[in-house]
Every structure is written in structure tokens, then in C-alpha cells.
């Protein structure tokens, strides 16, 4: 039967997430699987928002508080900023499907980077919106001339992740600065920082330090990495009240449910977990590309709670390799000879290392 949506939406195809490890247990009767493919946090949430989620659970039976007074008085406490500055979503992958559609259609034009988080291209096209794609350098490194070079008059967004997904790298302030700096008021630069939290390269900023260089910026926000809340949906937009109050014209009630709600806030009170998080992800990434590198493999220098590697065959074979020894990872569209791995608890960075030493031999 021909499909009933409209013609531009008949070419996508749906997201596809990691590998789930019930499906995998399920479809190959492995057992003891580890996870590395979803860029989620090994350690979990803090034990206090938790604690925040299983009380808020008596109130189920009640809407959520769809304007997010407390959440939003934390978070806009936590930046310094008003809470008309925000806007929330159901993880941040809501907030940019909702930029997408509220700032952009077919008349204008959007640049992404690629490789980069392909939900950008997935929701700038079920918005219709055309998109150039700019090559990063080496397949892994931002080139910001290029970038400005793929402005045109109409672009009205451009999407950075600093640091970026899947390369897990990052750009400087250098670089920053130069992009924000040179695009015109017409565009709002949209940049994501997703996994902010793990990065510690000494030129790395923030684009929340850079607003004053354009009027536009909004910042992307997550609670699915650092603090561990990946499945219970919360990701938000910081950025100028005027284009703030639009996001919040479109948005749907309730779209973050009471649990997350509570969790969020409990979680960003719980610093010393944060840094746990952090301090683990940044010992276990060193010794994870250690590991990889050992093995003869490249690795990408990481700024994130994944790496990147390079494999000397072809990828699709060594991931359902790794995958029949208990152990799921991730392959990446355009990125034949690439695999994702997250950074895992140190027993899960040891299997997947014992495994793909296997795999390789
Ligand atoms: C760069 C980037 N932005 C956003 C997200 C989406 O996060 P959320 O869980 O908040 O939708 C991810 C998730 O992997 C990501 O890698």
C-alpha cells in the first residue's frame, strides 16, 4: 500500500538505536552482555534522585507540573540565568526535533557537520528543511572555515555538538569564538553539549560563556549522560528569551513527566556523584584507548564517555563478532571501517577488550 505521509517524510527512516541487551540474549542466547553502544552512564543516577523518583511515584495519578517551576528554577539557578532562558524537552532529542520545526521549513536552509549526531539530519528532514552537510577534517575534527563556507542567505540553523558525536571530539575555544562570531543575526547556531560534563581539554568552552557573541545561540543541554537519567527523558534549550518563548509556544504539555522532573533536580543536587561519574569515566576512557591503541587500532582523542575507533576491516563483521561473545557496540552509517564503543565500568572495558583481541586474531 502507498504510504500516506507526505512526500517528503516517505524517504526517512526511523532511528535505530542501539542494540537493546534483551534483544541479544533473546536473539543469540548470550548471557552476562555488556552494553557500550549507547554512550549511556555505567555508573547509573545518583542514589538521591532515585530516592526523588520512587516518592514522586504516590503521584502518579496526577498530571505533571507542565511549566516545570522547580526544574526550571534549579536549572536557571545552576547557569545564572532567568527561567524564561529555558525550555525543556523530553531529552534533549525533543528540543532539537522542536527547533527544527518551529525555526525552519522548506524555504530555508540548514548545516550540520558530518560525521555528527544524526538526529540533526533526521529531524531537519522530517521538517523539510534543506540541509548541506560540511565534512569534518579527517572524518573527525570541526573545520569551522568550512562550515561559515556552507552559509548561504537562508540558512536560518547550523548544529554543533561540542564535543561531537560519534568522533568524540571536540572543538576549542579558538574555533568556537571564530564560528559564533562570523554567522549573521539570521542564523541561529544551535550548539549541543551533550557530554560537556566528561570533557577536560584545557581550550575546550562552553558556548553558555560565549552568548554575548551571537543573539541567537542556544545552548543544548541533556540529563541522559553525566547524570545517568537516559531513560527517564530530560534535555533542555538554554538560548535568548524571544526564541525561547517560541519553543515554549509549540511545546507539549506535560512533555517532561513527573519522575524526570524530580530526578533532574535531585540529581544536579547531587554533586559528588557527578564527580564520581566524571573522575571514573576519565580514568577508564585513558585506559579503554590505551587498550584499543595496544590492540593497533586508531582512536580518536576522546572528550566524551565514548571512543571511536578505527578498525583495519570492515566494521559490520567485528561488531557481530564482538556481539555472538556478549559484548554490543555500535556501527556508524558512513563510517564503514569506524566502530563506537562507550566508556563502560572497568570490568565492562576489559571484556570488550578481551573480546576484540578475539576478534581480531
Ligand atoms: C550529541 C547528542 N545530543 C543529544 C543527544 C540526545 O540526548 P537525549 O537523551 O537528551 O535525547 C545525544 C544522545 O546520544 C547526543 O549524542
Redesign the pocket.
Known sequence: MSSFARPHLRRLTPYSAGKPIEELERELGVHDVVKLAS?ENPVGPSPRALAAMRSALLELHRYPDTDMFALRARVAALHAVSGDELSFGN???HVIDSICRTFAGPEDHAVIGTPS?VCYRMFLAAADVPTTEVSLDQGVFWNVDRMLAALRPNTRLLFL?NPN?PTSTHLGREGLTRLLSHLPDTVIPVI?E?YVHFVDAADYVSALELRSLSPNLIV?R?F?KAYGL?GA?V?YALGPSTLIADLERVRTAFNVNGLAQVGAIAALDDEAHLAHVVALNRSERARLSAGLSELGLSVAPSQTNFVLVQLPTDAEAIYEALLRKGVITRTLGGLPRALRISVGLPEENAKLLRALREVLR
Do not use: K, Q, V
Request: charged share 20%; aromatic share 6%; hydrophobic share 25%.
Open positions: 554512550n531529552g534533549s532529542n549526531f555538538d558525536n549541543d551533550a543544548l541533556t541522559s537516559a527523558r534535555g
